[in-house]
């Protein structure tokens, strides 16, 4: 085995919390919707970290916080030794150069109103990289590194296709020359066929340049492709974080196992014979979100200690951490765990005494 | 059972949609032709701009005319040409016999009436339903769909559900009066994989109890598998590939069809370069003469871009419109 690579980002303990106004009849009370609560989560250098969950569960949150498009409430974002979330905004802008993302809705991000030249190469304006014919040159450089063809400098986003403005959009955030690139839902407004083709170019772009990506996604065929590690958030925390060859194999967390059981699977045959593990209802309101373990109330395999206790992100296997109190190193697999029994529950008690 | 299980309910012959715009006429769908089994499940796969919405659409004459015009064609339910009826008669059809359901719930449910009165409309003005009868049908419905605690939430507005349950209280109304022909056009798109399987199950449930024939659209290969009988693969306005459900995945005789099923990551195979499709999906206005596929098909010869495709039949239920369809069928027989 080699050394893990040095870690890139380094989130710990953030929160991110969002006050709500709840009228009630004669009352007014404010409440705290908390999308991200006290995550911790190493980014390595190189890596393509894929982050997934239900909607609602704050991925999205999560990743605009890092890049501080949402305020952080609490907590550090460590980058090469600065904490972004404590950084002014001046500072913070500075930072951006090496901090880019790519957003899903490709109708959306681009302005309707600039060329593809003015979208590509206002980052190289900001950030003085290049001007006048040196500018231009970059500008074309770019979009035929991403597979646009640079006689298309002219137009404007609404000339091209889904695809092509998502290339537009990557384009524009390779401008700078970026160490880290969130990608936000990047290929799930696009056509299946069209899909590949942007995950093929993420993937080879980021062996090119050194990249680092979070890659945010509710499509778990997507992320299981082009990840080598992934995290499973669930209502504002991880609960699940390991190789992404070794969560797909061989999942912990129930609710992972319902994750993935719930893709559907290009074949007839697997389709007809396999297990699903069916989840009860909705994602709970992250405004109060259950006690204990957040997921028990849709958790199959919940007992009494499940509401009571949070449970830690523990190692459970190398590399590979749950968030789970039915389960531990030496029981890992929480289907042959007795019933009723919680091995997990005792690295808890010694962590609180600790 | 009044009919036996091998009747066609719905027959559906050279349908053609026309779209007229300045830039010229969209043939949105060119010539679609299909059969529909009582109580089978059919797959339309396409992607976007590839007709499966459009001719799904035409079915229930949904189709604004202008822009669009239904050129010609056949829509026979049950012996009748649904293109020839009248408007009160298409009233009579629509929500009774077949019904529609979206990818947007509240793109059929509107935002300020209560639930329970949109429920209840449609079994009052179909069933003749009394307030009463209707009322404590819609409570029936709800709970039919899996809604917790239907007879307090059948008064809630439709955004005081959530996303998945809204998607139930549209099928609820879609089923309410026991239509022969249900069409999904993607349904759970806008779902998380959780709520989507949820949903689906629903649907084969409802679907086995009601003795129903559904119509399925998606652009998700992985949805077809699991729900359908026959798939129907879609380009451009026209029907690449045709098969029953299992054959299609074993067996593709299509390039498109197999581009398809190749850029999906299969989550039991190694990483490396995913599989692709080159180029981007065809503008209808300027569609290339011969096979619309061509510019992006990796095995295209000289043929394809110069004559249109036949529609070749590969055996009695497969059929696929390319030059080499019996070529790419007996190569896919061979690597399976």
């Given amino acids: 085995m080699n050394d893990p690579e040095p870690t890139l980002i380094s989130i710990n303990d953030l929160k991110v919390h969002f006050p709500v106004d709840a009228r009630r009849l004669f009352r007014r009370s404010r409440q705290v919707v908390k999308a991200v609560d006290g995550l911790s989560l190493d980014i390595r250098q190189g890596e393509t970290m894929g982050l997934v969950g239900e909607s609602g569960c704050g991925k999205t949150t999560l990743g605009r916080a890092i890049l501080r498009l949402t305020e952080p409430t609490s907590g550090e974002i460590i980058f090469r030794g600065r904490d972004l979330a404590h950084l002014s905004n001046s500072e913070m802008r500075l930072q951006r150069r090496h901090l880019q993302v790519i957003f899903q809705d490709p109708y959306a991000s681009l302005n309707p109103r600039m060329t593809v030249s003015q979208i590509i190469g206002e980052p190289l304006e900001t950030f003085r990289l290049a001007t006048g014919n040196a500018k231009k040159q970059r500008v074309q450089e770019l979009m035929e590194m991403v597979g646009l063809n640079p006689r298309f400098l002219k137009r404007y986003p609404h000339e091209f296709s889904g695809g092509q403005r998502q290339r537009i959009g990557i384009a524009r955030a390779l401008a700078v020359d970026p160490e880290f690139i969130v990608a936000d839902e990047p290929i799930s407004a696009l056509d299946v066929s069209i899909q590949a083709q942007i995950m093929n170019l993420l993937d080879r772009l980021r062996r090119e340049k050194n990249l680092t990506y979070l890659f945010i996604s509710h499509d778990l065929r997507a992320v299981r492709h082009v990840s080598d590690r992934l995290a499973v958030m669930y209502l504002g925390k991880i609960v699940e974080l390991g190789e992404s060859r070794a969560i797909y194999a061989n999942p912990l967390m129930p609710y992972t196992k319902a994750l993935i059981s719930a893709v559907p699977v290009p074949d007839p045959k697997i389709e007809s014979t396999r297990r699903r593990i069916m989840l009860e209802g909705d994602v709970p309101s992250p405004i109060n979100p259950p006690r204990g373990c957040r997921f028990h109330t849709r958790c199959p395999f919940a007992i009494q200690a499940c509401r009571e206790v949070e449970p830690q992100l523990v190692e459970i296997k190398p590399n590979h951490f749950a968030a789970c109190i039915r389960i531990s190193p030496e029981e890992p697999d929480i289907e042959q765990v007795a019933p009723g029994f919680a091995p997990g529950l005792r690295s808890h008690a010694a962590a609180d005494l600790a | ?336």
Avoid: W
């Fill in chain 2, 1 to 336: 059972m009044a009919q036996p299980v091998t009747l066609n309910l719905l027959e559906v012959k050279d349908l053609r949609v026309y779209f007229h715009s300045e830039e010229g006429t969209v043939k949105a769908v060119d010539g679609v032709s299909f059969d529909l089994k009582q109580g089978e499940t059919l797959g339309i796969v396409g992607e976007s701009g590839s007709g499966k919405t459009v001719a799904n659409l035409s079915l229930m004459r949904l189709i604004p005319e202008p822009p669009g015009e239904i050129v010609s064609g056949s829509v026979v339910l049950r012996g009748r040409d649904v293109l020839k009826l009248s408007r009160s008669e298409l009233r009579d059809l629509r929500g009774k016999r077949m019904a529609m359901i979206f990818q947007d719930p509240m793109t059929a449910l509107n935002p300020f009436m209560r639930v329970s009165k949109q429920l209840m409309e449609v079994t009052q003005t179909h069933l003749g339903h009394t307030k009463a009868q209707a009322r404590a049908h819609a409570v029936r419905m709800l709970e039919h769909v899996g809604i917790p605690d239907a007879t307090d939430r059948v008064d809630s507005y439709p955004h005081e559900f959530s996303g998945g349950m809204r998607q139930r209280v549209m099928i609820a109304m879609a089923l309410s009066c026991q239509p022969e022909l249900l069409i999904a056009d993607e349904p759970t798109t806008a779902l998380d994989v959780t709520i989507q399987a949820q949903i689906l199950e629903l649907i084969k449930r409802l679907k086995a109890e009601t003795g129903a024939s559904v119509i399925l659209i998606t652009h998700d290969l992985g949805v077809v598998a699991g729900m359908t009988d026959q798939v129907i693969v879609m380009y451009a306005g026209k029907i690449f590939e045709r098969a029953p459900t299992a054959e299609l995945f074993e067996n593709p005789g299509n390039p498109y069809t197999r581009g398809l099923l190749r850029s999906v990551p299969d989550p039991t195979d190694e990483q490396g370069q995913l599989y692709q499709i080159p180029g981007q999906p065809p503008d209808l206005a300027r569609l290339p003469p011969g096979c619309p596929f061509a510019p992006r098909c990796e095995r295209a010869q000289e043929i394809c871009s110069r004559e249109f495709p036949p529609f070749v039949q590969l055996t009695t239920e497969h059929y696929s419109l390319c030059h080499f369809a019996n070529e790419v069928y007996a190569e896919s027989k061979t690597v399976s």
